[in-house]
């Protein structure tokens, strides 16, 4: 006997809809497996050992901003380090010196853009997680810029723009190098770099400002 033609289309819709559901849960099921794959993949871009043993220097000094006093220090610093802080040494430079400063204040400008392209490329290529993106015991105290970690954009600048500066103005060092120095800091204390982030972008931000001092004839730290 034929199932009546009421209760056979009312069948075949269950079945379509149990088939959808189905259908819709293993996607759901295969974007959770690539989520967690690529995940996986942007954690093993660097050296598991070197971001485990980081992970711990970070979870340590990550702490210290529990403290009202170390977190509004840091956070400053961390703010201006965003360009404020070389905004308005280059416009001081200008006001300042004239000619000078404004001679200044375009070395400075033109080592911070090959600077910005140079991090902003590295941090495609490496795409090295934050650490409070790779470890949920480290947080993040201040909002980053950028999704990626390696190397530290605030630290290169600041290295690259207070070596050309002292170039310029040797008289300058006792401000910039203290500045510097807490950029450096506040990147792993706040809980967005790594150490080595900070580390290599010292090293390309300096590497960067002695090209840019031996491209500018007169321009030196030792002169």
């Known amino acids: 006997m034929s199932m009546p033609r ?13 088939e959808q559901a189905r259908s819709h849960h293993c996607l759901i099921l295969w974007e ?32 210290f901003c529990a403290r009202q006093g170390v977190l509004r220090y840091f956070s400053l610093v961390s703010r201006l380090g965003d360009g404020v802080f070389w905004y308005a ?8 010196d004239g000619m000078r400063g404004l001679e200044a204040s375009g070395h400075l400008a033109l080592t911070g853009l ?26 993040a105290w201040v909002a980053p810029l950028d ?17 050309v500066a002292m170039a310029h103005y040797p008289v300058l060092a006792w401000l910039l190098v203290p500045f510097t120095a807490s950029v450096a800091v506040s990147r792993v204390v706040l809980g967005l770099h790594y ?9 390309i931000g300096s590497t960067l400002a002695g090209v840019s001092m031996w491209l500018v004839p007169g321009v030196s730290l030792f002169a």
């Not at 009421?6 to 149990?18: G, H, I, Q, T």
Request: charged share 20%.
């Open 6 to 18: 009421p209760m056979a289309a009312r069948e075949d819709l269950n079945k379509f809809c149990r």
């Open 32 to 63: 959770r497996a690539c989520s967690r794959r690529m995940s996986s993949v942007l954690v093993q871009s660097f050296p598991r050992q070197i971001t485990l043993a980081e992970n711990g220097w970070c979870l340590r000094v990550n702490r």
């Open 89 to 96: 040494l280059m416009g001081l430079l200008i006001l300042c």
């Open 114 to 139: 090959v600077a910005l392209l140079l991090y902003k490329g590295l941090k495609r290529w490496t795409r090295r997680p934050r650490p409070f993106a790779s470890d949920l015991r480290i947080r």
């Open 147 to 163: 999704e990626f970690s390696f190397p530290s954009g605030h630290t290169l600048h600041a290295v690259g723009f207070s070596l």
């Open 195 to 203: 150490p080595s982030d900070v580390l290599a972008a010292t090293v």
